[in-house]
């Protein structure tokens, strides 16, 4: 389905190339960087590389003074995935990691304040939950996507009801 | 290194398991209609569906009505990554699709407004940008973590000068 979600994955959606990502916010701009600190093998950090490159989320800048070939750094389209790796650690030290055991703590560097909780609102700042979502035809919709989310819409108003027993869990058991 | 993000990855750092959440947020319930809808190969499907089951993100329901032996519903952790997806599909829509092509339109099923921007902001709303970013050991930090965002600061130190020609591109050049 012509979705940015499958879009976006098609360029972010690797295990590796979203910690580039991390990496990168984290101030990692070299080849020896990235690959001593993930413990990625040198091949493999390559073609992420160039593939981040390639689809603009990395750009990659003059030799530097450390005397490494080059360096990668985050173009703007990189640094706007803030927060989708922002939403991801938060979702994993509530889920994943469990509470009061988050490895890394989000703050303003300028006031110490820490980050809010990412939450999905109207302009107006109210939250709205998965079974207040509407799903609906963007302007760029074409005919299978139309399709996809007239279905969507039945599957979701007989769901509507069936969501009563979700299990509450803090931490998942698996490893 | 013990992070949330590289935990949360290996529970959903897959294309295709994002891809089945999302299938699971448009109402799809049952094998069938993940396979039919993802065009996924059944042994895939098989394999991320069990996956998702283990870290509790999809919970097996009992029969339903329509004759499937059993269906996948999300669970409170599986609802949770609804954050998580709309900053992706938001990240995909401006800088993968590009402005006005948005496939799918998000909104308030209540109201009709539609969402607001994700964005990483402080407890008191105030909006934080990567530079201004502080990226601190959490609670849960262990020595590794320490010794590596001790070096993150110095990294991040030296690059504070160094983003000013981040290239404005609005969509990526590549397919």
Not at 54 to 82: C, F, I, W
Not at 136 to 155: F, H, K, N, Y
Request: proline share 5%; hydrophobic share 40%; charged share 25%.
């Amino acid at each position: 389905m012509n979705c940015a979600i499958a879009q976006s994955l098609d360029q972010i959606g690797d295990w590796w190339t979203l910690l580039i990502v991390r990496e990168a916010f984290y101030g990692s701009t070299t080849f020896s960087a990235f690959q001593k600190r993930l413990g990625i093998a040198k091949n493999v950090l390559s073609d992420r590389l160039s593939h981040l490159i390639e689809t603009e989320v990395l750009v990659r800048a003059p030799t530097q003074p450390d005397g490494e070939r080059e360096s990668y750094l985050l173009t703007e389209k990189g640094s706007a995935l803030l927060p989708v790796l922002v939403a991801l650690m938060q979702w994993g030290d509530k889920w994943v990691v469990g509470a009061g055991k988050a490895p890394v703590s989000l703050g303003d560097a300028r006031t110490g304040e820490k980050l809010a909780q990412i939450r999905v609102t109207t302009e107006d700042g109210r939250p709205v939950a998965l079974e207040e979502l509407a799903i609906s035809p963007g302007p760029g919709a074409d005919r299978a996507v139309r399709t996809r989310l007239e279905t969507a819409a039945i599957d979701r108003s007989k769901l509507a009801g069936k969501r009563p027993r979700l299990r509450r869990q803090r931490k998942s058991r698996s490893s």
